[in-house]
């Protein structure tokens, strides 16, 4: 049974730190490309990073570029996402979500999904 569990959410104010992590079990973790979507109140989920499995390619939304470095370790089976710059735009449940294939996982079509970690920017 494959499992992705987030970890790492919290209060925040703005222009802070927080990392979060996501950890696998139940899939073969380096041959998965793994990302972060995100769902604010009242809005729709939306992409924020990803990284390939292939190459380690990181992918980006524009508001998140430059800001929130992703980055994986194969032997830990994690996936972190590092969120700088906090702003309060950025409040959201974050969810983790692998599949192998980093487009589909862009498209918001992932095969597995975490439960979700909340994270909140105050101002």
């Known amino acids: 049974q494959v499992q992705l569990v987030e970890s790492g959410g919290g209060l925040v104010q703005a222009g802070g730190s927080l990392r979060l992590s996501c950890a696998a079990s139940g899939l073969t973790f380096s041959y998965y490309a793994v990302g972060w979507f995100r769902q604010a109140p009242g809005k729709e989920r939306e992409f924020v990073a990803a990284i390939d499995w292939r190459d380690s390619n990181p992918y980006y939304a524009d508001s998140v570029k430059g800001r929130f470095p992703i980055s994986r370790d194969n032997p830990k089976r994690t996936v972190y996402l590092q969120l700088n710059s906090l702003k309060p735009e950025d409040t959201a449940i974050y969810y983790c979500?692998?599949?192998?294939?980093?487009?589909?996982?862009?498209?918001?079509?992932?095969?597995?999904w975490g439960q979700g970690t909340q994270v909140t920017v105050s101002s």
């Open positions: 979500v692998a599949d192998g294939r980093i487009d589909s996982l862009r498209a918001g079509t992932g095969n597995y």
